[in-house]
């Protein structure tokens, strides 16, 4: 059992194309990550929430704490935003972060 | 500071053989946190420091494995004898206590591949 579900588990996107991808946790948490994982490794934190919505660029994380449940968007998607998007969800409890299985985004010019 | 360091970025060793990694987080963290990720899935909690002090364990971590952060500056994960089976990406994160979730920052990984 996965305390962080994250939907699709992969996905193939044209280019300019909106994206969303879906994370959904079990366990109430104090602040939601959502990181992106390039090809070797590296992971960039995107965002950090706990409430509401952020914007960055393309980029737009939302969450809604009743219903457990974040999003991530990009607005026209780019090949380079091609990438693995992870959800890492703070428990409420510990110093640890649960994380889902990832995202694996490809974005085709 | 630019950020979380962590060496070698990539590491190939024979089964069997002992191998050990270093992560050097942002230096006003005084949390330290080690990861394993295996191909396909997120990352897996293994340890985590605050100071010197390894506060908390994974039961992941076998008796193989060992992490120290002996000035409560960087840190190191050593494996012994290793098997294919770890053989995964090794992160390390670092954070500022009290600070819950802002600012937690990754490191880009060793990659360990036992042959």
């Known amino acids: 059992k996965n305390e962080v579900e994250q939907s699709p588990q992969n996905l193939t996107a044209q280019e300019g194309e909106f994206i969303t991808i879906n994370c959904s946790y079990s366990?109430?948490?104090?602040?939601l990550h959502w990181l992106q994982q390039h090809p070797g490794g590296g992971i960039v934190s995107l965002f950090m929430l706990s409430s509401g919505k952020k914007k960055h660029g393309r980029l737009i994380a939302t969450i809604n704490i009743q219903e457990k449940h974040s999003s991530l968007h990009i607005t026209a998607s780019h090949p380079r935003d091609s990438a693995v998007y992870i959800c890492a969800a703070k428990p409420n409890t510990g110093n640890q972060f649960y994380f889902g299985t990832g995202t694996s985004l490809t974005v085709i010019p | 500071d630019t950020g979380v360091s962590q060496d070698p970025r990539h590491k190939i060793t024979k089964r069997g053989q002992n191998v050990t990694f270093r992560c050097d987080p942002i230096?006003?963290?005084?949390?330290l946190y080690w990861y394993r990720q295996t191909l396909g899935q997120g990352p897996e909690f293994l340890t985590y420091?605050?100071?010197?002090?390894?506060?908390?364990k994974s039961r992941l971590l076998s008796d193989r494995f060992s992490a120290e952060r002996p000035k409560g500056s960087f840190s190191t994960l050593e494996i012994q004898r290793t098997e294919q089976g770890d053989s995964a990406m090794y992160l390390c994160?670092?954070?500022?206590?009290?600070?819950?979730?802002?600012?937690?920052?990754f490191g880009s990984g060793t990659r360990l591949t036992v042959v």
């Open positions: 420091f605050q100071n010197e002090a390894q506060l908390e």
């Open positions: 230096s006003e963290h005084n949390r």
């Open positions: 366990v109430g948490i104090s602040a």
């Open positions: 994160a670092s954070s500022l206590a009290g600070q819950g979730a802002v600012g937690y920052t």
